[in-house]
């Protein structure tokens, strides 16, 4: 059982010693890494695990999964991963940010009605035609944290959706060379004119030399502090635009009514690149390119305009 001991001011001689030290579990760490070449209990990175889904089916609610990785797709995990119980965290670790590399078979990690997953920081590299992460039922809560979505050849998505989530927070992350047709960074659309994900908070997170940024149906979401390049990367690594930034387009049944707000928006301010749900949306104070409806220095006053 992992354990903190957290120490106090105080003088020792009149004070009981609770005063001074206090413990608590956050639940048991396991540990995997495939440089290894058997897998042994996966109680300590003298005896971990070689693969990530050894882990997952050892793991109780509550667990930290710790994933070792030197940074080199020769020792990247080729494995498609369903967590079964909740709260699970999945940490990469290593020399340096991301050195973790996680392709799947087909999706890599698969939240299927399981809630307060968290991924943090991890290089997933979606396989062909899957996802990095992918969201399907009442996957509420999930979190990932300052992870680095790198396509490589044919990869569809970073993050998708299935339209049923509640909570999910999307902070720091990379998301980059999904770019050949039809891919995007983070894919949530409503799901038959009757689900929509709520109360998405997407901060802080980097979208370059995707085909798509975000195209999404959601409702009650925050998008704040991002940065989205109007010019990247196609597939045939020649310079091109998005064919969408931000795509809010909305479906049938569609609610809106999120903020866009503090983004650095590249490109033309306009609904070519950038579409609202509906008019009471909140597009202001984004950083952009002077137009109709921007104020003084770019600063985004109204949703965009065609």
């Known amino acids: 059982m992992s354990e903190r001991v957290v120490t106090v001011g105080g003088n020792q001689a009149t004070r009981p010693l609770t005063d001074f030290t206090m413990n608590a579990s956050y639940g048991y760490d396991w540990y995997v890494n495939n440089l290894k070449t058997a897998s042994g209990n996966g109680r300590s990175w003298n005896s971990p695990f070689i693969t990530i889904a050894e882990a997952a089916a050892a793991a109780s609610a509550g667990d930290n999964i710790n994933i070792w990785g030197d940074g080199t797709t020769t020792h990247q995990y080729a494995e498609s991963v369903t967590p079964t119980v909740a709260n699970l965290k999945f940490i990469g670790r290593g020399a340096v940010p991301n050195a973790v590399i996680w392709t799947g ?31 399907t039922g009442v996957a509420n809560g999930t979190k990932v944290d300052s992870c680095r979505f790198q396509g490589t050849t044919g990869s569809k998505y970073g993050i998708v959706s299935d339209g049923h989530q509640s909570g999910v927070y999307l902070y720091n992350n990379h998301f980059l060379y999904m770019n050949a047709a039809t891919c995007y960074g983070i894919y949530a659309p409503i799901d038959a004119g009757v689900a929509e994900n709520a109360s998405w908070e997407i901060f802080n997170n980097m979208f370059h030399s995707n085909t798509n940024h975000i195209k999404a149906n959601l409702r009650y979401s925050i998008v704040k502090g991002n940065t989205f390049a109007g010019v990247g990367l196609n597939s045939a690594g020649a310079q091109a635009a998005p064919s969408k930034c931000i795509d809010f387009t909305p479906g049938s049944g569609s609610v809106g009514n999120n903020t866009i707000t503090q983004n650095m928006l590249g490109g033309a301010y306009t609904t070519a690149l950038y579409v609202s749900s509906n008019a009471a949306e909140d597009w202001i104070g984004n950083y952009c390119a002077i137009t109709a409806t921007t104020g003084t220095f770019g600063l985004t006053v109204a949703i965009p305009a065609g």
């Open 105 to 135: 078979i087909t999706d890599a990690l698969i939240v299927t009605t399981i809630v307060n997953t968290y991924a943090g920081n991890i290089r997933f590299r979606p396989a062909s035609g899957y996802s990095g992460v992918k969201l």
